[in-house]
Protein backbone atom coordinates (compact mmCIF):
# COMPACT_ATOMS: atom_id res chain seq x y z
CA UNK A 1 0.00 0.00 0.00
CA UNK A 2 2.71 2.87 -1.20
CA UNK A 3 1.54 5.70 -2.64
CA UNK A 4 -2.46 5.19 -2.61
CA UNK A 5 -3.53 7.94 -5.83
CA UNK A 6 -0.93 6.04 -7.99
CA UNK A 7 -2.47 2.65 -7.09
CA UNK A 8 -6.04 4.06 -8.12
CA UNK A 9 -4.75 6.02 -11.37
CA UNK A 10 -2.81 2.47 -12.48
CA UNK A 11 -6.34 0.24 -11.65
CA UNK A 12 -8.77 2.54 -13.60
CA UNK A 13 -6.25 2.79 -16.92
CA UNK A 14 -6.08 -1.12 -16.45
CA UNK A 15 -10.34 -1.04 -16.15
CA UNK A 16 -10.21 1.31 -19.22
CA UNK A 17 -7.56 -0.75 -21.03
CA UNK A 18 -9.76 -4.21 -20.58
CA UNK A 19 -13.21 -2.23 -21.87
CA UNK A 20 -11.48 -0.79 -24.87
CA UNK A 21 -10.09 -4.47 -25.97
CA UNK A 22 -13.25 -5.82 -25.42
CA UNK A 23 -14.85 -3.06 -27.68
CA UNK A 24 -12.31 -3.41 -30.14
CA UNK A 25 -12.33 -7.36 -30.07
CA UNK A 26 -16.09 -7.62 -30.45
CA UNK A 27 -15.89 -4.74 -33.44
CA UNK A 28 -13.57 -6.07 -35.65
CA UNK A 29 -13.87 -9.30 -35.40
CA UNK A 30 -17.72 -10.44 -35.47
CA UNK A 31 -19.21 -13.03 -33.64
CA UNK A 32 -17.21 -13.20 -30.72
CA UNK A 33 -19.47 -10.71 -28.62
CA UNK A 34 -21.42 -13.68 -27.52
CA UNK A 35 -17.95 -14.95 -26.01
CA UNK A 36 -16.83 -11.64 -24.61
CA UNK A 37 -20.04 -11.66 -22.89
CA UNK A 38 -19.63 -14.77 -21.29
CA UNK A 39 -15.91 -13.92 -20.36
CA UNK A 40 -17.03 -10.51 -18.93
CA UNK A 41 -19.96 -12.39 -17.07
CA UNK A 42 -17.18 -14.57 -15.72
CA UNK A 43 -15.00 -12.26 -14.95
CA UNK A 44 -17.49 -10.38 -12.37
CA UNK A 45 -18.19 -14.49 -10.93
CA UNK A 46 -14.70 -14.91 -10.43
CA UNK A 47 -13.69 -11.52 -8.79
CA UNK A 48 -17.22 -11.92 -6.56
CA UNK A 49 -15.80 -15.39 -5.53
CA UNK A 50 -12.56 -13.99 -4.86
CA UNK A 51 -13.94 -11.47 -2.36
CA UNK A 52 -14.72 -14.67 0.11
CA UNK A 53 -11.38 -16.50 -1.03
CA UNK A 54 -8.38 -14.82 -1.56
CA UNK A 55 -9.96 -11.82 0.07
CA UNK A 56 -12.19 -13.09 2.83
CA UNK A 57 -10.10 -16.00 3.25
CA UNK A 58 -12.74 -18.35 3.35
CA UNK A 59 -12.88 -22.04 1.58
CA UNK A 60 -15.71 -21.07 -1.22
CA UNK A 61 -16.49 -24.04 -2.81
CA UNK A 62 -20.75 -23.53 -3.20
CA UNK A 63 -20.22 -19.96 -5.00
CA UNK A 64 -22.51 -21.31 -8.19
CA UNK A 65 -25.22 -21.67 -5.42
CA UNK A 66 -25.48 -17.70 -5.71
CA UNK A 67 -24.86 -17.23 -9.52
CA UNK A 68 -28.24 -19.70 -9.53
CA UNK A 69 -29.96 -18.47 -7.11
CA UNK A 70 -29.51 -14.60 -8.90
CA UNK A 71 -30.35 -16.29 -12.52
CA UNK A 72 -33.16 -18.49 -11.58
CA UNK A 73 -35.01 -16.22 -9.45
CA UNK A 74 -34.51 -13.79 -12.05
CA UNK A 75 -36.28 -16.19 -14.41
CA UNK A 76 -38.90 -16.97 -12.34
CA UNK A 77 -39.84 -13.47 -11.14
CA UNK A 78 -40.42 -12.74 -15.00
CA UNK A 79 -41.83 -15.42 -16.61
CA UNK A 80 -44.01 -16.97 -13.81
CA UNK A 81 -44.67 -13.99 -11.59
CA UNK A 82 -44.63 -11.69 -13.92
CA UNK A 83 -42.51 -8.55 -12.65
CA UNK A 84 -42.06 -5.59 -14.93
CA UNK A 85 -38.03 -6.16 -15.77
CA UNK A 86 -36.66 -3.45 -13.75
CA UNK A 87 -38.37 -4.25 -10.84
CA UNK A 88 -37.35 -8.17 -11.14
CA UNK A 89 -33.62 -7.50 -11.34
CA UNK A 90 -33.92 -5.12 -7.85
CA UNK A 91 -35.76 -7.37 -6.91
CA UNK A 92 -33.50 -10.77 -7.16
CA UNK A 93 -30.82 -8.07 -5.81
CA UNK A 94 -32.88 -7.84 -2.56
CA UNK A 95 -33.38 -11.85 -2.59
CA UNK A 96 -30.04 -12.75 -3.61
CA UNK A 97 -28.62 -10.36 -0.30
CA UNK A 98 -31.51 -12.32 1.84
CA UNK A 99 -30.34 -15.54 0.67
CA UNK A 100 -26.51 -15.29 0.47
CA UNK A 101 -27.57 -14.01 4.24
CA UNK A 102 -29.04 -17.18 5.24
CA UNK A 103 -26.32 -18.96 3.73
CA UNK A 104 -23.41 -17.16 5.64
CA UNK A 105 -25.50 -18.30 9.04
CA UNK A 106 -25.37 -21.87 8.15
CA UNK A 107 -22.08 -21.65 6.77
CA UNK A 108 -19.89 -20.07 9.44
CA UNK A 109 -21.34 -21.85 12.19
CA UNK A 110 -18.01 -24.13 11.02
CA UNK A 111 -14.47 -23.05 10.28
CA UNK A 112 -12.12 -23.50 7.55
CA UNK A 113 -12.05 -26.87 6.00
CA UNK A 114 -15.37 -27.88 7.15
CA UNK A 115 -16.97 -25.08 5.80
CA UNK A 116 -15.59 -25.73 2.57
CA UNK A 117 -17.25 -29.25 2.68
CA UNK A 118 -20.42 -27.71 4.05
CA UNK A 119 -20.52 -24.81 1.50
CA UNK A 120 -19.89 -27.99 -1.01
CA UNK A 121 -22.94 -29.51 0.26
CA UNK A 122 -25.14 -27.07 0.33
CA UNK A 123 -24.09 -26.46 -3.40
CA UNK A 124 -24.89 -30.29 -3.62
CA UNK A 125 -28.28 -29.70 -2.11
CA UNK A 126 -29.23 -26.68 -4.20
CA UNK A 127 -28.26 -28.72 -7.16
CA UNK A 128 -30.49 -31.41 -6.69
CA UNK A 129 -33.26 -29.55 -5.68
CA UNK A 130 -33.03 -27.69 -9.37
CA UNK A 131 -32.72 -31.43 -10.65
CA UNK A 132 -35.97 -32.52 -8.94
CA UNK A 133 -38.30 -29.62 -7.64
CA UNK A 134 -40.92 -29.11 -10.84
CA UNK A 135 -41.30 -25.49 -10.43
CA UNK A 136 -37.36 -25.14 -10.95
CA UNK A 137 -38.10 -26.79 -14.19
CA UNK A 138 -36.83 -30.13 -13.58
CA UNK A 139 -33.09 -30.91 -14.68
CA UNK A 140 -33.81 -29.18 -17.63
CA UNK A 141 -34.14 -25.23 -16.33
CA UNK A 142 -36.63 -22.53 -17.67
CA UNK A 143 -36.22 -20.87 -21.02
CA UNK A 144 -37.13 -17.13 -21.07
CA UNK A 145 -36.01 -14.72 -23.71
CA UNK A 146 -34.87 -12.25 -20.93
CA UNK A 147 -32.57 -9.92 -22.50
CA UNK A 148 -33.20 -5.88 -22.16
CA UNK A 149 -35.54 -4.90 -25.10
CA UNK A 150 -32.85 -2.58 -25.89
CA UNK A 151 -30.02 -4.80 -26.20
CA UNK A 152 -31.44 -8.11 -28.04
CA UNK A 153 -28.65 -8.48 -30.63
CA UNK A 154 -25.21 -9.70 -29.48
CA UNK A 155 -22.99 -6.97 -29.74
CA UNK A 156 -25.82 -4.79 -28.01
CA UNK A 157 -26.13 -6.91 -25.18
CA UNK A 158 -22.10 -7.48 -24.63
CA UNK A 159 -22.02 -3.76 -24.52
CA UNK A 160 -24.90 -3.48 -22.02
CA UNK A 161 -23.09 -6.36 -19.77
CA UNK A 162 -19.78 -4.43 -20.61
CA UNK A 163 -21.71 -1.18 -18.09
CA UNK A 164 -23.07 -3.65 -15.83
CA UNK A 165 -19.86 -5.21 -14.88
CA UNK A 166 -17.57 -2.00 -15.17
CA UNK A 167 -19.82 -0.75 -11.90
CA UNK A 168 -19.93 -3.68 -10.36
CA UNK A 169 -15.99 -3.74 -10.58
CA UNK A 170 -16.19 0.13 -9.49
CA UNK A 171 -18.31 -0.94 -6.74
CA UNK A 172 -15.99 -4.03 -5.62
CA UNK A 173 -12.97 -1.97 -5.72
CA UNK A 174 -14.16 0.66 -3.53
CA UNK A 175 -15.15 -2.37 -1.03
CA UNK A 176 -12.08 -3.83 -1.33
CA UNK A 177 -9.94 -0.49 -1.17
CA UNK A 178 -11.88 0.40 1.82
CA UNK A 179 -11.17 1.21 5.45
CA UNK A 180 -13.44 -1.97 5.32
CA UNK A 181 -10.63 -4.03 3.39
CA UNK A 182 -8.27 -3.73 6.44
CA UNK A 183 -10.03 -5.59 8.90
CA UNK A 184 -10.68 -8.17 6.02
CA UNK A 185 -6.98 -8.72 5.66
CA UNK A 186 -6.58 -8.47 9.13
CA UNK A 187 -9.18 -10.98 9.85
CA UNK A 188 -7.35 -13.16 7.02
CA UNK A 189 -3.85 -12.78 8.92
CA UNK A 190 -4.98 -12.70 12.52
CA UNK A 191 -8.65 -13.37 13.63
CA UNK A 192 -8.05 -14.03 17.10
CA UNK A 193 -5.96 -10.67 17.44
CA UNK A 194 -8.60 -8.89 15.51
CA UNK A 195 -11.10 -10.33 18.59
CA UNK A 196 -8.96 -8.71 20.82
CA UNK A 197 -9.66 -5.44 19.16
CA UNK A 198 -12.94 -5.28 19.43
CA UNK A 199 -13.83 -5.91 16.41
CA UNK A 200 -16.61 -8.63 16.06
CA UNK A 201 -15.18 -11.01 13.11
CA UNK A 202 -18.10 -12.99 12.87
CA UNK A 203 -20.00 -10.51 11.53
CA UNK A 204 -17.88 -9.16 9.71
CA UNK A 205 -17.28 -12.64 7.72
CA UNK A 206 -20.44 -12.52 7.32
CA UNK A 207 -21.23 -9.56 5.50
CA UNK A 208 -18.02 -10.47 2.96
CA UNK A 209 -20.07 -13.95 1.99
CA UNK A 210 -22.99 -11.76 1.56
CA UNK A 211 -20.84 -8.75 -0.68
CA UNK A 212 -19.79 -11.78 -2.55
CA UNK A 213 -22.90 -13.90 -2.91
CA UNK A 214 -24.08 -10.64 -4.16
CA UNK A 215 -22.08 -9.79 -6.86
CA UNK A 216 -22.17 -13.68 -7.99
CA UNK A 217 -25.67 -13.22 -8.00
CA UNK A 218 -25.63 -10.58 -10.17
CA UNK A 219 -23.92 -12.61 -12.53
CA UNK A 220 -25.67 -14.80 -12.34
CA UNK A 221 -28.65 -12.81 -13.40
CA UNK A 222 -26.35 -11.58 -16.68
CA UNK A 223 -25.86 -15.02 -17.49
CA UNK A 224 -29.16 -16.05 -17.98
CA UNK A 225 -29.89 -12.96 -20.29
CA UNK A 226 -27.28 -14.02 -22.27
CA UNK A 227 -28.39 -17.71 -22.34
CA UNK A 228 -32.25 -16.83 -22.41
CA UNK A 229 -32.83 -19.00 -19.28
CA UNK A 230 -31.95 -20.43 -16.21
CA UNK A 231 -30.70 -23.94 -16.71
CA UNK A 232 -29.57 -26.27 -13.94
CA UNK A 233 -25.88 -26.53 -14.87
CA UNK A 234 -25.34 -23.39 -13.77
CA UNK A 235 -25.75 -24.79 -9.93
CA UNK A 236 -23.45 -27.44 -10.61
CA UNK A 237 -20.28 -27.73 -8.38
CA UNK A 238 -18.08 -27.56 -11.89
CA UNK A 239 -19.33 -23.60 -11.39
CA UNK A 240 -18.00 -23.58 -8.37
CA UNK A 241 -14.75 -25.10 -8.67
CA UNK A 242 -14.25 -23.68 -11.95
CA UNK A 243 -14.41 -19.71 -9.91
CA UNK A 244 -12.20 -21.13 -7.65
CA UNK A 245 -9.69 -22.42 -10.46
CA UNK A 246 -9.96 -18.93 -12.48
CA UNK A 247 -9.07 -16.94 -8.66
CA UNK A 248 -6.31 -19.58 -8.37
CA UNK A 249 -4.99 -19.05 -12.29
CA UNK A 250 -4.88 -15.41 -11.73
CA UNK A 251 -3.52 -14.97 -8.43
CA UNK A 252 -6.08 -15.03 -5.46
CA UNK A 253 -4.33 -12.21 -3.43
CA UNK A 254 -4.58 -9.66 -6.68
CA UNK A 255 -7.72 -7.52 -7.76
CA UNK A 256 -7.22 -8.44 -11.43
CA UNK A 257 -6.41 -11.80 -11.11
CA UNK A 258 -9.49 -13.67 -11.02
CA UNK A 259 -10.72 -11.38 -14.05
CA UNK A 260 -7.54 -13.04 -16.37
CA UNK A 261 -8.24 -16.72 -14.96
CA UNK A 262 -11.86 -16.34 -15.86
CA UNK A 263 -10.83 -15.08 -19.67
CA UNK A 264 -8.47 -18.00 -20.36
CA UNK A 265 -10.75 -20.62 -18.94
CA UNK A 266 -13.91 -19.63 -20.06
CA UNK A 267 -11.85 -19.00 -23.80
CA UNK A 268 -10.90 -22.97 -22.66
CA UNK A 269 -14.29 -24.10 -21.71
CA UNK A 270 -15.64 -22.60 -25.22
CA UNK A 271 -13.11 -23.28 -27.68
CA UNK A 272 -11.88 -26.88 -26.28
CA UNK A 273 -14.69 -27.79 -24.17
CA UNK A 274 -16.53 -27.42 -27.58
CA UNK A 275 -14.30 -30.20 -29.50
CA UNK A 276 -13.65 -33.19 -26.88
CA UNK A 277 -15.77 -34.08 -23.64
CA UNK A 278 -12.50 -34.51 -21.80
CA UNK A 279 -13.34 -30.88 -20.37
CA UNK A 280 -12.56 -31.95 -16.80
CA UNK A 281 -9.26 -32.98 -17.90
CA UNK A 282 -8.25 -29.76 -19.01
CA UNK A 283 -10.16 -28.19 -15.79
CA UNK A 284 -7.82 -30.97 -13.92
CA UNK A 285 -4.58 -30.09 -15.52
CA UNK A 286 -5.09 -26.34 -15.12
CA UNK A 287 -5.30 -27.23 -11.27
CA UNK A 288 -2.01 -29.13 -10.93
CA UNK A 289 -0.04 -26.88 -12.88
CA UNK A 290 -0.62 -23.76 -11.26
CA UNK A 291 0.04 -25.35 -7.79
CA UNK A 292 3.11 -26.95 -8.75
CA UNK A 293 4.38 -23.56 -10.57
CA UNK A 294 2.25 -20.36 -9.71
CA UNK A 295 0.69 -21.16 -6.19
CA UNK A 296 0.31 -17.82 -6.17
CA UNK A 297 -1.37 -17.58 -9.48
CA UNK A 298 0.01 -15.40 -12.63
CA UNK A 299 -0.77 -12.18 -11.36
CA UNK A 300 0.50 -12.78 -7.80
CA UNK A 301 4.22 -14.04 -8.70
CA UNK A 302 6.49 -12.23 -6.80
CA UNK A 303 4.09 -10.25 -5.01
CA UNK A 304 4.62 -8.33 -2.19
CA UNK A 305 1.17 -9.93 -0.96
CA UNK A 306 2.12 -13.47 -1.66
CA UNK A 307 4.24 -13.99 1.42
CA UNK A 308 2.05 -12.80 3.29
CA UNK A 309 -1.01 -14.62 1.88
CA UNK A 310 0.75 -17.96 2.11
CA UNK A 311 1.32 -17.75 5.68
CA UNK A 312 -2.49 -16.68 5.97
CA UNK A 313 -3.80 -20.22 4.40
CA UNK A 314 -1.66 -22.08 6.79
CA UNK A 315 -3.45 -19.97 9.39
CA UNK A 316 -6.83 -20.70 7.56
CA UNK A 317 -6.09 -24.64 7.64
CA UNK A 318 -3.29 -25.12 10.47
CA UNK A 319 -1.54 -27.60 9.44
CA UNK A 320 0.10 -29.04 12.64
CA UNK A 321 -2.70 -29.74 15.84
CA UNK A 322 -1.75 -26.50 17.95
CA UNK A 323 -5.36 -25.45 17.60
CA UNK A 324 -6.23 -27.73 20.28
CA UNK A 325 -4.16 -25.74 22.39
CA UNK A 326 -6.08 -22.12 22.02
CA UNK B 1 -43.38 -56.07 8.74
CA UNK B 2 -40.69 -58.27 6.59
CA UNK B 3 -41.03 -54.97 4.61
CA UNK B 4 -39.30 -52.59 7.06
CA UNK B 5 -36.52 -55.64 7.50
CA UNK B 6 -35.67 -55.82 3.89
CA UNK B 7 -35.35 -52.16 3.92
CA UNK B 8 -33.67 -52.07 7.40
CA UNK B 9 -31.09 -54.34 5.99
CA UNK B 10 -30.17 -52.60 2.72
CA UNK B 11 -30.08 -49.82 4.60
CA UNK B 12 -27.36 -51.30 6.73
CA UNK B 13 -25.84 -52.74 3.71
CA UNK B 14 -25.42 -49.43 2.15
CA UNK B 15 -24.64 -47.44 5.80
CA UNK B 16 -21.85 -49.82 6.20
CA UNK B 17 -20.33 -48.96 2.41
CA UNK B 18 -20.18 -45.55 2.66
CA UNK B 19 -19.00 -46.19 6.02
CA UNK B 20 -16.49 -48.16 4.22
CA UNK B 21 -15.58 -44.40 1.73
CA UNK B 22 -15.81 -42.16 4.71
CA UNK B 23 -13.35 -44.37 6.97
CA UNK B 24 -10.87 -43.69 4.31
CA UNK B 25 -11.49 -40.33 3.77
CA UNK B 26 -11.39 -39.83 7.86
CA UNK B 27 -8.00 -41.65 8.20
CA UNK B 28 -6.57 -39.10 5.09
CA UNK B 29 -8.08 -36.30 6.68
CA UNK B 30 -7.23 -36.59 10.30
CA UNK B 31 -4.16 -38.22 9.63
CA UNK B 32 -2.51 -35.80 6.38
CA UNK B 33 -5.25 -32.85 7.08
CA UNK B 34 -6.21 -33.30 3.45
CA UNK B 35 -9.95 -33.62 2.20
CA UNK B 36 -9.23 -36.38 -0.55
CA UNK B 37 -11.48 -35.15 -3.21
CA UNK B 38 -10.29 -37.36 -5.67
CA UNK B 39 -12.35 -40.29 -3.57
CA UNK B 40 -15.19 -40.80 -5.52
CA UNK B 41 -13.23 -41.04 -8.47
CA UNK B 42 -10.70 -43.71 -6.74
CA UNK B 43 -14.14 -45.31 -5.96
CA UNK B 44 -15.26 -45.56 -9.01
CA UNK B 45 -11.74 -46.92 -10.19
CA UNK B 46 -12.39 -49.43 -7.77
CA UNK B 47 -15.97 -50.52 -9.43
CA UNK B 48 -14.31 -50.25 -13.06
CA UNK B 49 -11.20 -52.57 -12.34
CA UNK B 50 -13.36 -55.20 -10.50
CA UNK B 51 -15.92 -54.52 -13.44
CA UNK B 52 -12.51 -55.63 -15.88
CA UNK B 53 -10.93 -58.11 -14.28
CA UNK B 54 -14.29 -59.81 -13.39
CA UNK B 55 -15.45 -60.07 -16.88
CA UNK B 56 -11.76 -61.03 -18.02
CA UNK B 57 -11.35 -63.58 -15.44
CA UNK B 58 -14.59 -64.56 -14.27
CA UNK B 59 -13.73 -64.29 -10.57
CA UNK B 60 -15.21 -61.66 -8.66
CA UNK B 61 -13.17 -62.00 -5.65
CA UNK B 62 -10.41 -61.61 -8.01
CA UNK B 63 -11.86 -58.79 -9.00
CA UNK B 64 -11.98 -57.24 -5.89
CA UNK B 65 -8.43 -57.99 -4.95
CA UNK B 66 -7.58 -56.10 -7.99
CA UNK B 67 -9.10 -53.21 -6.95
CA UNK B 68 -7.89 -53.19 -3.31
CA UNK B 69 -4.54 -53.80 -4.77
CA UNK B 70 -3.94 -51.25 -7.97
CA UNK B 71 -5.79 -48.28 -6.31
CA UNK B 72 -3.68 -48.56 -3.19
CA UNK B 73 -0.32 -48.48 -5.56
CA UNK B 74 -2.29 -45.63 -7.68
CA UNK B 75 -3.08 -44.00 -4.55
CA UNK B 76 0.83 -44.71 -2.96
CA UNK B 77 1.95 -43.17 -6.18
CA UNK B 78 -0.37 -40.04 -5.68
CA UNK B 79 1.02 -39.20 -2.54
CA UNK B 80 4.59 -40.41 -2.86
CA UNK B 81 5.40 -38.23 -6.35
CA UNK B 82 2.78 -35.20 -6.38
CA UNK B 83 1.33 -34.73 -2.79
CA UNK B 84 5.19 -35.09 -1.02
CA UNK B 85 6.41 -32.36 -2.72
CA UNK B 86 3.83 -30.19 -1.83
CA UNK B 87 3.41 -31.23 1.88
CA UNK B 88 5.35 -27.41 2.63
CA UNK B 89 2.67 -25.80 1.07
CA UNK B 90 -0.35 -24.84 2.84
CA UNK B 91 -2.69 -27.54 2.90
CA UNK B 92 -5.24 -25.91 0.82
CA UNK B 93 -3.18 -26.44 -2.49
CA UNK B 94 -2.93 -30.11 -1.51
CA UNK B 95 -6.27 -30.52 -1.13
CA UNK B 96 -7.19 -28.40 -4.87
CA UNK B 97 -4.18 -30.61 -6.40
CA UNK B 98 -6.42 -33.82 -4.87
CA UNK B 99 -9.37 -32.24 -7.42
CA UNK B 100 -7.11 -31.93 -9.46
CA UNK B 101 -6.16 -35.84 -9.84
CA UNK B 102 -10.04 -36.78 -9.40
CA UNK B 103 -10.70 -35.03 -12.44
CA UNK B 104 -7.71 -36.03 -13.88
CA UNK B 105 -8.67 -39.89 -13.42
CA UNK B 106 -12.20 -38.91 -13.94
CA UNK B 107 -12.11 -38.36 -17.41
CA UNK B 108 -9.51 -41.19 -18.28
CA UNK B 109 -12.23 -43.63 -16.87
CA UNK B 110 -14.32 -42.26 -19.58
CA UNK B 111 -11.52 -42.56 -21.96
CA UNK B 112 -11.01 -46.10 -21.51
CA UNK B 113 -14.40 -47.21 -20.48
CA UNK B 114 -16.15 -45.23 -22.32
CA UNK B 115 -19.51 -43.30 -21.67
CA UNK B 116 -21.74 -45.89 -20.46
CA UNK B 117 -23.41 -47.97 -17.70
CA UNK B 118 -20.92 -49.87 -15.41
CA UNK B 119 -22.29 -53.34 -13.53
CA UNK B 120 -22.62 -56.80 -13.30
CA UNK B 121 -24.66 -59.74 -11.94
CA UNK B 122 -23.97 -60.63 -8.71
CA UNK B 123 -21.26 -63.71 -8.70
CA UNK B 124 -22.69 -67.28 -8.39
CA UNK B 125 -21.59 -68.12 -5.27
CA UNK B 126 -23.05 -65.08 -3.79
CA UNK B 127 -26.69 -65.05 -5.91
CA UNK B 128 -29.48 -66.73 -3.59
CA UNK B 129 -31.80 -65.54 -1.77
CA UNK B 130 -32.17 -66.47 2.11
CA UNK B 131 -35.92 -66.48 3.86
CA UNK B 132 -36.67 -63.81 6.31
CA UNK B 133 -39.77 -63.60 7.83
CA UNK B 134 -41.76 -64.99 4.80
CA UNK B 135 -39.67 -63.04 1.81
CA UNK B 136 -36.79 -63.59 0.08
CA UNK B 137 -33.89 -61.21 0.91
CA UNK B 138 -30.58 -61.28 -1.22
CA UNK B 139 -27.55 -62.86 0.72
CA UNK B 140 -25.10 -60.73 -0.94
CA UNK B 141 -26.53 -57.80 0.74
CA UNK B 142 -25.97 -59.93 3.93
CA UNK B 143 -23.07 -60.58 2.79
CA UNK B 144 -21.88 -56.75 2.58
CA UNK B 145 -22.89 -56.61 6.01
CA UNK B 146 -20.96 -59.27 7.11
CA UNK B 147 -17.72 -57.78 5.30
CA UNK B 148 -18.20 -54.56 6.29
CA UNK B 149 -18.52 -55.25 9.68
CA UNK B 150 -15.17 -57.43 9.62
CA UNK B 151 -13.37 -54.74 8.14
CA UNK B 152 -14.41 -52.14 10.82
CA UNK B 153 -13.44 -54.91 13.59
CA UNK B 154 -9.96 -55.23 11.74
CA UNK B 155 -9.41 -51.64 11.63
CA UNK B 156 -10.13 -50.83 15.44
CA UNK B 157 -7.99 -54.21 16.28
CA UNK B 158 -5.19 -51.95 13.92
CA UNK B 159 -6.16 -48.95 15.62
CA UNK B 160 -6.32 -50.25 18.96
CA UNK B 161 -4.14 -52.70 19.41
CA UNK B 162 -0.81 -52.61 17.22
CA UNK B 163 2.24 -50.62 17.27
CA UNK B 164 1.46 -49.35 13.67
CA UNK B 165 -2.01 -48.24 14.75
CA UNK B 166 -0.57 -46.43 18.18
CA UNK B 167 1.53 -44.33 15.62
CA UNK B 168 -1.48 -43.50 13.32
CA UNK B 169 -3.27 -42.46 16.35
CA UNK B 170 0.02 -40.34 17.50
CA UNK B 171 0.05 -38.82 14.29
CA UNK B 172 -3.38 -37.83 14.30
CA UNK B 173 -2.59 -35.96 17.75
CA UNK B 174 0.76 -34.56 17.11
CA UNK B 175 2.35 -35.15 13.79
CA UNK B 176 5.90 -32.75 14.86
CA UNK B 177 5.97 -35.21 18.22
CA UNK B 178 6.13 -38.11 16.01
CA UNK B 179 8.49 -36.62 13.88
CA UNK B 180 10.67 -35.94 16.85
CA UNK B 181 10.48 -39.31 17.64
CA UNK B 182 12.76 -40.52 15.12
CA UNK B 183 9.51 -41.70 13.21
CA UNK B 184 9.13 -41.30 9.57
CA UNK B 185 6.01 -39.46 9.32
CA UNK B 186 6.03 -39.03 5.45
CA UNK B 187 6.40 -42.59 4.96
CA UNK B 188 3.01 -42.88 7.27
CA UNK B 189 0.75 -40.15 5.85
CA UNK B 190 1.35 -42.23 2.41
CA UNK B 191 0.56 -45.49 4.23
CA UNK B 192 -2.18 -43.84 5.51
CA UNK B 193 -3.48 -42.85 2.31
CA UNK B 194 -2.94 -46.02 0.84
CA UNK B 195 -5.41 -47.39 3.18
CA UNK B 196 -7.77 -44.70 2.63
CA UNK B 197 -7.91 -45.39 -0.90
CA UNK B 198 -8.00 -49.11 -0.47
CA UNK B 199 -10.88 -48.76 1.56
CA UNK B 200 -12.67 -46.67 -0.33
CA UNK B 201 -11.58 -48.47 -3.66
CA UNK B 202 -13.26 -51.82 -1.70
CA UNK B 203 -15.98 -50.37 -1.50
CA UNK B 204 -16.55 -49.48 -4.96
CA UNK B 205 -15.85 -52.64 -6.43
CA UNK B 206 -18.45 -54.37 -3.61
CA UNK B 207 -20.75 -51.56 -5.05
CA UNK B 208 -20.39 -52.91 -8.29
CA UNK B 209 -23.05 -55.27 -8.54
CA UNK B 210 -25.76 -53.12 -7.04
CA UNK B 211 -25.64 -50.12 -8.54
CA UNK B 212 -22.53 -49.89 -10.64
CA UNK B 213 -21.17 -46.73 -11.85
CA UNK B 214 -21.69 -44.20 -14.73
CA UNK B 215 -18.32 -43.19 -16.08
CA UNK B 216 -19.60 -40.11 -17.35
CA UNK B 217 -20.96 -38.77 -14.21
CA UNK B 218 -19.25 -38.03 -11.36
CA UNK B 219 -19.54 -39.90 -8.66
CA UNK B 220 -22.14 -39.10 -6.02
CA UNK B 221 -20.04 -41.46 -3.43
CA UNK B 222 -17.73 -38.19 -2.65
CA UNK B 223 -20.95 -36.26 -1.79
CA UNK B 224 -22.45 -38.95 0.50
CA UNK B 225 -18.95 -39.28 2.28
CA UNK B 226 -18.27 -35.74 2.65
CA UNK B 227 -21.85 -35.83 4.20
CA UNK B 228 -21.12 -38.64 6.37
CA UNK B 229 -18.01 -36.93 7.50
CA UNK B 230 -19.57 -33.58 8.64
CA UNK B 231 -22.44 -35.49 10.01
CA UNK B 232 -20.35 -37.68 12.00
CA UNK B 233 -17.48 -35.13 13.06
CA UNK B 234 -14.60 -34.83 10.58
CA UNK B 235 -11.57 -37.05 11.29
CA UNK B 236 -13.54 -39.12 13.60
CA UNK B 237 -13.72 -42.96 12.48
CA UNK B 238 -16.38 -43.37 15.24
CA UNK B 239 -18.20 -40.36 13.72
CA UNK B 240 -17.64 -41.94 10.34
CA UNK B 241 -19.51 -45.24 11.10
CA UNK B 242 -22.34 -43.79 13.24
CA UNK B 243 -22.83 -41.06 10.49
CA UNK B 244 -22.75 -43.45 7.40
CA UNK B 245 -25.30 -45.76 9.06
CA UNK B 246 -28.16 -42.95 10.10
CA UNK B 247 -27.39 -42.15 6.44
CA UNK B 248 -27.28 -45.30 4.67
CA UNK B 249 -30.73 -45.87 6.76
CA UNK B 250 -32.63 -42.90 6.11
CA UNK B 251 -31.29 -42.97 2.63
CA UNK B 252 -33.17 -46.64 2.43
CA UNK B 253 -36.01 -45.48 4.20
CA UNK B 254 -36.69 -42.20 2.67
CA UNK B 255 -35.81 -44.47 -0.85
CA UNK B 256 -39.59 -45.94 0.08
CA UNK B 257 -41.73 -43.06 1.15
CA UNK B 258 -40.43 -40.22 -0.70
CA UNK B 259 -38.94 -42.04 -4.05
CA UNK B 260 -38.07 -38.62 -5.55
CA UNK B 261 -36.15 -37.01 -3.74
CA UNK B 262 -33.99 -39.28 -1.92
CA UNK B 263 -30.96 -38.29 -3.24
CA UNK B 264 -31.58 -35.34 -1.39
CA UNK B 265 -31.51 -36.72 1.88
CA UNK B 266 -27.50 -36.71 2.65
CA UNK B 267 -26.90 -33.01 2.21
CA UNK B 268 -30.50 -32.35 4.11
CA UNK B 269 -29.37 -34.72 7.04
CA UNK B 270 -26.20 -33.09 6.60
CA UNK B 271 -27.07 -29.51 7.37
CA UNK B 272 -30.00 -30.55 9.94
CA UNK B 273 -26.68 -31.85 12.07
CA UNK B 274 -24.76 -28.46 11.07
CA UNK B 275 -28.42 -26.98 12.55
CA UNK B 276 -28.08 -28.43 15.57
CA UNK B 277 -24.27 -29.17 16.78
CA UNK B 278 -21.94 -27.87 13.92
CA UNK B 279 -19.04 -30.13 15.19
CA UNK B 280 -20.82 -33.34 14.43
CA UNK B 281 -22.19 -35.85 16.34
CA UNK B 282 -19.00 -37.46 17.69
CA UNK B 283 -16.78 -34.53 16.95
CA UNK B 284 -14.63 -32.38 19.66
CA UNK B 285 -15.59 -28.81 20.38
CA UNK B 286 -12.03 -27.70 20.03
CA UNK B 287 -11.43 -30.12 17.02
CA UNK B 288 -14.16 -28.77 14.82
CA UNK B 289 -11.65 -26.94 12.34
Known amino acids: M????????????????????????????????????????????????????????????????????????????????????????????????IFSFLIALLVLRVQALTLGMLFMGLNLLV????????????????????????????????????????????????????????????????????????????????????????????????????????????????ISIQGLAMCLLGGMFTFWGPSIGA??????????????????????IILILVIYFFPGGVLGYGNEDEVSARKFIKKLIPSGKEKKDE | MSIYLYQFLTGLSSGLLYFLTAAGMAIIVSGLNVINFGQGAFCMFGTLLCYSVYEATGSFFLG????????????GYVTEAMLRPIYKRPPLFQLLLTMGVGYLLQDFFLFAWGNRMISASVPE??????????????????????ISLIICAVMLFVFKKTKIGMIFRAIITNRDMVDCMGINVKKMNSLMFIVGISLTALAGALNLPITGTQTAAESPVLFTAMAVLIIGGIGEIKGAFIGALIVGMCTSFGAMFFSQYYSLIPSLLMVLVLLIKPEGLCGKKTNAG
Do not use: W
Open chain 1, 2 to 97: TSKPFRYRKDLIIGIVIIAVFLLLSFFIPGTSFLLARILIMMLFATGVNIMFGYGGMIAFGNAIFLGFGSYSFILLLSKAGIPYAAAILLTLVMTM
Open chain 1, 127 to 238: YNLGNYVPLLGRGVGISYASRPSFALDDRSFLIFTLVIVAVCFVLMYKILHSPFNQIIKGIRENEMRLTFVGINTKQVKRLMIVVSGTFCGISGVLYSMLNSGAYVTYLDTD
Open chain 1, 263 to 284: AVITFINVYIGGMTIYHRFILG
Open chain 2, 64 to 75: VAAAVVVAGVLG
Open chain 2, 125 to 146: ILNFRVNLLGLPFPFYYIFLII
